[in-house]
């Protein structure tokens, strides 16, 4: 059962610019959202999380945009750098729909120098 | 401070043998889950265990498939017998306490499995 869509599948960026991922949910029982980003070869690791009662996070160039109405979220990493270049996971999780992450398929950002 | 550690890294194996993966979480760290992250998707849980006991193996396909969490600290995920769609790398990681919600979680590195 697929409870999150991610989109695009892969993106390449110049640097400098900005990337855009986004996410959409389904179980109205998620209350937690967190971006993985994860290197060839590594385990994911945790970007930044948001929960629903933001619309917004910032955490330096890293921004997560939540749109509760929708079931819609977003990462948006400003002024990309070619070390930014991996595969980033969107997931959610609610205490009533099971205490685990489920991940999106990932998207794989390129910044190319 | 170590992260989660996962042995081994890589394993080749013939279709119907056994195989098993061993995890060491960080230290203090009561939840353990085990994810499959089949080649170009996004992890899916297999089992999360809360000290030593398994809290949601749903997703675990019970019959080839089988985990244990002695003293509440290390894992063991084993198959047995291995098929070829087994081929994936095999995700431990930890966190703090509780759910999922209640904080990050830490990923080792993975064991990759080809299964021929």
């Known amino acids: 059962q697929q409870q999150v869509k991610q989109s695009p599948q892969s993106l390449i960026v110049q640097k400098g610019g900005i990337s855009i991922i986004n996410c959409a949910y389904e179980?109205?029982?998620?209350?937690?959202f967190p971006w993985y980003q994860q290197f060839p070869g590594k385990g994911p690791a945790l970007l930044i999380a948001i929960r629903p009662d933001v619309s917004e996070k910032k955490e330096g160039r890293f921004t997560i945009s939540f749109n509760k109405s929708a079931k819609q979220f977003s990462l948006h990493i400003m002024d990309s750098q070619p070390g930014d270049s991996a595969t980033y996971f969107c997931?959610?999780?609610?205490?009533?729909?099971?205490?685990?992450?489920?991940f999106g398929e990932g998207t794989q950002l390129t910044v190319n120098p | 401070e170590a992260g989660v550690v996962q042995s081994p890294r890589y394993k080749i194996i013939e279709k119907k043998q056994p195989v098993a993966f061993w995890c060491n979480p960080i230290?203090?760290?009561?939840?353990l889950y085990w994810y499959r992250q089949n080649l170009g998707q996004g992890p899916e849980l297999l089992i999360r265990y809360e000290n030593e006991e398994a809290v949601d193996d749903s997703q675990l396909p019970k019959d080839r498939f089988s985990a244990e969490r002695l003293k509440g600290v290390d894992s063991t995920l084993k198959i047995q017998p291995a098929e070829l769609g087994d081929s994936a790398v095999y995700l431990c990681?930890?966190?703090?306490?509780?759910?999922?919600?209640?904080?990050?979680?830490?990923f080792g590195e993975g064991s990759r499995l080809t299964v021929l």
């Open positions: 997931a959610a999780s609610g205490e009533t729909s099971g205490s685990w992450l489920t």
């Open positions: 990681a930890s966190s703090l306490i509780g759910g999922a919600g209640d904080g990050e979680l830490f």
């Open positions: 230290s203090g760290h009561n939840t």
């Open positions: 179980n109205t029982a998620f209350d937690y």
